[in-house]
């Protein structure tokens, strides 16, 4: 397996790479692809964005004037999820654009499609897998001989391409992103985003506040955190937790929070797209996740200099070191996750000590610069 190094010397003159993304919303992997984007467009590499009309990331480059002639921007009416309307228009845009290499972000479809439509214009792809779970062999077999290269987020979603046969030469670890200038840690900040979100969700002062960062869905873990939930406010009465993010679960988890009777500790507040103006407010951050491919949510709360608890699945330890800027636990194993808790609600300097050592471990390690350096070094190794 490759990892890539950096500095990355700057792309051929007049090279252009597509890159397809389809998610609808403007977090998670689309915000890494605006993150590689603008890095590349500031480095003079020509960019050719292929996302569905009505998706955020689209908007947001067309909206971008300081590097509109380094990122074009091309609107398809479907949005992958193994439409063939999807392949034929992808398929139209490349036959037509001088594209030297075609980047893959997306999955749910795009990941096949995309690979194909490349291979349709005899294009070289690459594409990047953000998720740990396996997949089908015949799946694997197929897909991943689309694609001259592959990157994981996380050392363990590499790992577990390897062990499902997609050979070691092809894959690349890059670690996704943080602007770790987006998020001030200092006192001040901390005390007036601490009351912005006191203000928006009825949080009293003397209460520490936890938040879970995810979407709701089954393998995020929402059920376990709410079920310890109980015994924890007996322990910690002064303690709130709200759920940020949406999802299919939220009806189900809304039901458990009525269920458990938390309603006066815990809320449900959907996503909140100026999350991250307010993020340094939060005491602790709870990811107890199942699965996890490496935890966009993570990168933010260690940036923001708070403390974390995390389930230690997929690529979530090589963020959150346990005992450095947060602790782990063993996915679904519900006491270990209590006894999480009830060591960083009970100290607060401890709390502050993993705060700080998560700045640093955000600066030292995910930086957007290191990111855009770990993909570039992959384009060489493509158009070479």
């Known amino acids: 397996m490759n990892k890539a190094d950096s500095p990355t010397p700057p792309l051929a003159a007049n090279t252009t790479i597509a890159h397809i993304e389809t998610g609808r919303h403007l977090y998670g992997g689309a915000q890494q692809v605006v993150y590689l984007l603008n890095g590349l467009a500031k480095r003079g590499v020509n960019n050719l964005l292929i996302a569905p009309h009505d998706s955020a990331i689209s908007k947001a480059f067309a909206a971008n004037t300081e590097l509109h002639n380094r990122i074009k921007v091309i609107t398809t009416r479907h949005a992958g999820d193994l439409s063939w309307g999807f392949y034929r228009e992808v398929k139209q845009i490349l036959a037509r654009e001088p594209v030297d290499l075609v980047h893959i972000h997306s999955r749910r479809g795009a990941d096949t499609l995309g690979g194909l439509a490349a291979k349709a214009n005899k294009i070289p792809a690459l594409l990047s897998r953000r998720v740990d779970n396996p997949e089908h062999p015949l799946a694997i077999r197929f897909k991943y001989s689309l694609y001259r290269q592959v990157i994981g987020i996380s050392q363990a979603i590499c790992d577990v391409l390897i062990s499902q046969g997609v050979t070691p030469e092809k894959i690349n670890c890059v670690h996704s992103s943080v602007d770790t200038t987006r998020f001030a840690s200092d006192t001040q900040s901390r005390q007036v985003a601490r009351a912005s979100l006191a203000a928006q969700f009825d949080i009293p002062d003397d209460h520490l506040l936890l938040a879970v960062v995810a979407q709701l ?166 158009l070479a």
């Open 217 to 382: 869905i089954p393998r995020k873990g929402h059920k376990h955190l709410l079920a310890v939930m109980p015994e924890l406010l007996k322990q910690h009465p002064k303690t709130s937790l709200v759920i940020f993010g949406q999802g299919p679960e939220q009806q189900a988890i809304a039901q458990q929070i009525q269920t458990l009777q938390l309603s006066n500790n815990v809320q449900l507040a959907g996503f909140c797209p100026n999350l991250d103006d307010d993020l340094s407010g939060i005491d602790l951050i709870v990811h107890p996740a199942e699965k996890e491919g490496l935890g966009v949510a993570l990168l933010k709360a260690s940036a923001a200099g708070i403390a974390m608890i995390a389930g230690r699945a997929g690529g979530i330890p090589e963020i959150v070191q346990d005992g450095k800027n947060g602790l782990l636990f063993e996915p679904g194993n519900q006491a270990q996750l209590s006894q999480c808790l009830d060591a960083l609600l009970s100290q607060a300097p401890l709390r502050e000590q993993m705060g700080l050592a998560g700045i640093q471990i955000a600066q030292n390690q995910f930086s957007i610069d290191a990111m855009v350096d770990g993909n570039l070094s992959v384009y060489h190794k493509i």
